[in-house]
């Protein structure tokens, strides 16, 4: 068995017989961008510092000559030959390094479907190259000066189409909601980013549980989705908090992942609603969904004061603050609509 090795910070990773370095890293939760995982796009491309590698088969236009003479390799096919392979990713602390955002990437809105009375489902198609992002991150999306430009999280995990889902809520005074809403399909949009650094972290190796109402469920399902993809095998339980059962969504895709994936379990809980229970808020009643919190991660995006009632509750039932990710939105027609927050 090889080890792979993470610079700079210094953690490693296993790497058994016949695997390659991108599926090895997946096994352990140390995600890499890619697309094709057949050598085709350079997506996986990394800087080896160290040992050797038997690259596979992967064309020029993935990784150049120059670039091979360089020290870069596709990890998508290559499998290490020397018992140590010390490649370049991510910081010190062993998080992902993000993505340079760009401007007024061109899209197009090529669906948009309405989900709940309150929440419909824009769905866009890059015009020119795809967004770089980590699942979690946000875009801006408006038209200045009518729609002040406005944080929307991304609501899928990266697409080798790269198209974005987006979930928008028609807020009373929101004026980049109320212009979003009345796009149609075929219309061009704009939008700046990724943003964000709720992304996540690549080591966790426990139970998570996703707590989210309204369009907060947006980066959870991100976040779900492309954990679950790239194998994470430890129990994943999602949580959301709706008004009633119309306001529960994406149904169809939640039912998927739980027939797909025996680690993942979705409840919604009713707040105003007579249906079956669960009913209430989710920090009155966590105790009785998930009993402790302690050696879990906890993920909770949603409306300001939803998230930071719910990381009391999360502190109150041992949920070790190191291992909370936040993301709390902040309506319109107040300063912005997201804050960029990390772990802790
Ligand atoms: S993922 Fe496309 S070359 Fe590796």
Request: aromatic share 8%; with cysteine.
């Amino acid at each position: 068995m090889a080890t792979i090795r993470l610079y700079p910070s210094g953690r490693e990773v296993p790497c058994p017989e016949g695997s390659t370095v991108l599926a090895a890293l997946e096994a352990e939760g140390w995600a890499l961008p890619n697309n094709c995982r057949a050598g085709t796009c350079g997506e996986c491309k990394v800087k080896v510092r160290q040992g050797e590698f038997d690259q596979g088969f992967v064309l020029d236009m993935a990784l150049s000559p120059a670039e091979r003479a360089e020290g870069y390799g596709a990890m998508c096919m290559a499998k290490p030959l020397s018992d140590v392979l010390e490649i370049e990713w991510g910081t010190i602390d062993a998080r992902p390094l993000l993505f340079p955002p760009r401007r007024d990437v061109p899209f197009t809105l090529v669906d948009a479907i309405e989900r709940t009375p309150a929440i419909t489902e824009l769905v866009l198609r890059p015009d020119e190259e795809p967004l770089r992002y980590w699942p979690g991150q946000y875009v801006h999306l408006g038209n200045p000066p009518d729609a002040p430009r406005r944080a929307y999280s991304i609501a899928n995990a990266p697409r080798a189409d790269g198209e974005l889902h987006f979930f928008v809520t028609r807020e009373r005074f929101g004026r980049t909601s109320a212009w979003l809403l009345d796009r149609r399909p075929g219309d061009e949009l704009r939008l700046d980013g990724p943003y964000g650094a709720f992304i996540g972290d690549p080591s966790i190796a426990t139970p998570v549980v996703c707590l989210a109402a309204g369009s907060g469920l947006a980066p959870i399902l991100a976040l779900t989705d492309a954990a679950l993809r790239r194998g994470f095998a430890h129990p994943v339980t999602l949580v959301l908090s709706a008004r009633t059962e119309a306001d529960v969504y994406p149904r169809g895709l939640l039912a998927h992942l739980e027939r797909r994936y025996g680690n993942f379990h979705f409840v919604r809980t009713l707040t105003r609603d007579e249906g079956p229970p669960p009913r209430g808020r989710i920090p009155a009643i966590l105790a009785d969904l998930v009993g402790t919190l302690a050696g879990v991660a906890v993920f909770i995006a949603g409306p300001e004061a939803f998230v930071e009632d719910t990381r009391r509750a999360c502190l109150a039932l041992g949920a070790d603050p190191s291992s909370l990710y936040r993301e709390p939105y902040v309506p319109q027609d107040d300063l912005g609509s997201l804050s960029v927050l990390g772990p802790w």
